[in-house]
């Protein structure tokens, strides 16, 4: 089995990794670099964009767009495979963004097309014997994938954490559905803070219902398609007594988990409460407000999940009383020396505001467990702007692999 890195082995965003054996080709991701990245030439792979396509697939980890915002580049003969509740969640952003985005109609062509799979249950492509492992992410129905082909084995992490809601069975699932391989293709994302240990989901959401308690008026920017984040404000706004508002674009993406996940569906977490988040109501452009309205708000407080939008800032405008304003997501949206910097994020949220956040991605101590689990004979570091790093804190331990962009490997049998 042949491994190339097309994209990835020093950018975080944008990458496309391809699996091959005997003509048959496997890619894993093909998403767009991250906003302010260094610009990198547009691919043109043999197997995914020209040639023979005949013998080619798509693996897609999960929704985030520097994974799967590129699908529509793809020509049509290639198969594309995804998570069946990933798949929906996207549909549902990519119908959300049609107004402002032509492309979001080829987006949602693509994935009515794609072929989905069940966690755990193999699936074979050619020569291939694919093994889909659901792993926690900030993307809900994330996967790794255990592609086996010609005697050799090799795990490709996608994006992962071991501090989500969705972590504990990790040691259990790897077991149980994966045991020991020949290579780890490992995102290694936060590799640049390897004492950090990253603040475990529970945890924030106790902090999250502390304020919620302690502040009626409650606002939190958060990405919508941040599940387990949501869902997670949205039961601590319950259990502080708060009414939950979002809008209804954000109703409908909660909705997806709630009616069709099959596989987290008896966790409490994703599912509704006593009373569900309050739809806002909208008419000529903007969120409705009225003295009944401004009445409840102040007598009951709220929590309100809010975005860089003006009917945002103005229906914000119009609610009486002290406003705690909350972000959680990466810090670098609103620092204006990074280069995903978002002015109009920093200028809705303004000087004064709490930062309650935690990563999407593993720190160093998860992704060292990892690597005891599945006792890999090497591993490539990749969604890394920092390779080298990663190099120097495993490679002591491990055999770790420091590959260039277009490079690749040849896995012999023993």
């Keep these: 089995m042949k491994i190339t890195i097309h994209r990835g082995t020093d950018q975080i965003g944008g990458c496309v990794t391809e699996y091959e054996h005997e003509g048959w080709r496997l890619f894993v991701d093909y998403g767009e670099q991250l906003p302010g990245a260094k610009h990198t030439e547009p691919l043109d792979i043999e197997g995914l964009t020209k040639g023979d396509l005949s013998k080619s697939a798509l693996l897609v980890t999960h929704y985030h767009g520097d994974h799967i915002g590129c699908i529509t580049e793809i020509p049509d003969a290639v198969p594309m495979y995804i998570g069946k509740v990933g798949r929906d969640i996207q549909l549902v952003l990519s119908h959300h963004l049609m107004s402002v985005d032509n492309l979001q ?41 255990k592609i086996e082909a010609g005697g050799e084995s090799a795990f490709h992490t996608g994006d992962f954490r071991t501090h989500g809601f969705r972590s504990g069975n990790l040691s259990k699932v790897i077991k149980t559905y994966v045991g020991h391989v020949d290579i780890v293709v490992c995102e290694a994302t936060n590799v640049m803070r390897p004492d950090v240990t990253s603040k475990s989901e529970h945890d924030l959401q106790k902090e ?5 308690k302690a502040h009626k008026g409650n606002i939190v920017y958060v990405s919508t398609t941040n599940i387990d ?171 770790v692999l420091r590959m260039h962009d277009g490079e690749s490997i040849i896995l012999k049998s023993n």
């Design 208 to 212: 999250f219902e502390l304020q919620f």
């Design 229 to 399: 984040r949501v869902f997670a404000l949205y039961h601590a706004a319950l259990r502080a007594g708060r009414p939950f508002y979002v809008d209804s674009y954000q109703k409908q993406v909660m909705d997806v988990v709630t009616k069709r996940d099959q596989i987290w569906g008896k966790s409490p977490l994703y599912r509704y409460g006593k009373y569900e988040p309050v739809v806002l109501q909208y008419e000529d452009g903007q969120f409705r407000m009225n003295d009944e309205f401004r009445e409840f708000l102040e007598l009951k407080g709220y929590v309100l999940l809010a975005r860089a939008k003006e009917r945002y800032n103005t229906l914000i405008a119009q609610i009486p009383g002290n406003k705690m304003k909350y972000l959680s997501m990466w810090k670098g949206y609103v620092d204006n020396e990074c280069i995903a910097y978002n002015p109009t994020l920093a200028e809705a949220l303004g000087d004064d505001f709490e930062y309650l956040h935690t990563s999407g991605h593993s720190d160093m101590l998860g992704m060292g467990r990892l690597f005891k689990l599945l006792s890999p004979q090497a591993i490539i570091p990749i969604h890394t702007e920092t390779p080298d790093k990663f190099a120097e804190l495993f490679g002591d331990e491990w055999n």
């Design 105 to 145: 109609k080829e987006v949602i062509a693509k994935l009515e097309k794609a072929r989905t799979f069940n966690p755990g249950v193999p699936f074979i492509f050619g020569p291939f014997n694919i093994t889909p492992i659901i792993i926690d992410h900030s993307a809900f129905d994330a996967y790794a994938f």
